[in-house]
T-cell receptor
Framework: AQSVSQHNHHVILSEAASLELGCNYS??????LFWYVQYPGQHLQLLLK??????LVKGIKGFEAEFIKSKFSFNLRKPSVQWSDTAEYFC????????????FGTGTRLQVFP | EAQVTQNPRYLITVTGKKLTVTCSQN?????MSWYRQDPGLGLRQIYY???????DKGDVPEGYKVSRKEKRNFPLILESPSPNQTSLYFC?????????????FGPGTRLTVL
């Protein structure tokens, strides 16, 4: 069965530190990849998505992610985090033939301290 | 404003008392879905609907029912709630199947079953 792993459950950083959150999926076929963010008390919002083309995807708020097919990974990065990035981050995957069936990872809670 | 709305946002109830959480979208989306979010487990899909009168089970459907009589509405029904259904529930929608689309999420409903 398809699954998504986010190995970092809780990350604590100071402002201006660099961020990388890991995401690995288990599926051999063509996939679509997403990162969603959930700010405290709010609903999920899309940060960025990858469907095809350039494996380096740029999203909102300075986030980017790189799809490495050989590693089944789609890690999220930001060169310099801000206090306002404190949130929970979810990686999600769908199969190309079933684009609406999203499988979510368990999430990574990011805390950024001033 | 394009949005997914859920009601109620917060609900405390007792075991066995039937309840319905409503979900409505104003984007003319064909696909709608319900998720529950639990700490350490991420989001898990309960039920989804590909169009009016078409619904199917997700990963954790036990104890839930849904209906899709109109395109815009997708209520979640708990016929006999139990404490293990205490959770944060999100409704989501996306445009037509076969296209690669992000899902738009509602604000969430926090349910406590005593």
């Amino acid at each position: 069965a398809q699954s998504v792993s986010q190995h970092n459950h809780h990350v604590i950083l100071s402002e201006a530190a660099s961020l990388e959150l890991g995401c690995n999926y288990s599926y051999g076929g063509t996939v679509n990849l997403f990162w969603y963010v959930q700010y405290p008390g709010q609903h999920l919002q899309l940060l960025l998505k990858y469907f095809s083309g350039d494996p380096l995807v740029k999203g909102i708020k300075g986030f980017e992610a790189e799809f490495i097919k050989s590693k089944f990974s789609f890690n999220l990065r930001k060169p310099s985090v801000q206090w306002s990035d404190t949130a929970e981050y979810f990686c999600a995957v769908s199969q190309s033939y079933n684009t609406d069936k999203l499988i979510f990872g368990t999430g990574t809670r990011l805390q950024v301290f001033p | 404003e394009a949005q997914v709305t859920q009601n109620p946002r917060y609900l405390i109830t007792v075991t066995g008392k039937k309840l319905t959480v409503t979900c409505s979208q104003n984007m003319n989306h064909e696909y709608m879905s319900w998720y529950r979010q639990d700490p350490g487990l991420g989001l898990r899909q309960i039920y989804y609907s590909m169009n009016v009168e078409v619904t199917d089970k997700g990963d954790v459907p036990e104890g839930y029912k849904v209906s899709r009589k109109e395109k815009r509405n997708f209520p979640l029904i708990l016929e006999s709630p139990s404490p293990n259904q205490t959770s944060l529930y999100f409704c989501a929608s996306s445009p037509s199947l076969g296209e690669i689309n992000e899902q738009f999420f509602g604000p969430g409903t926090r349910l406590t079953v005593l």
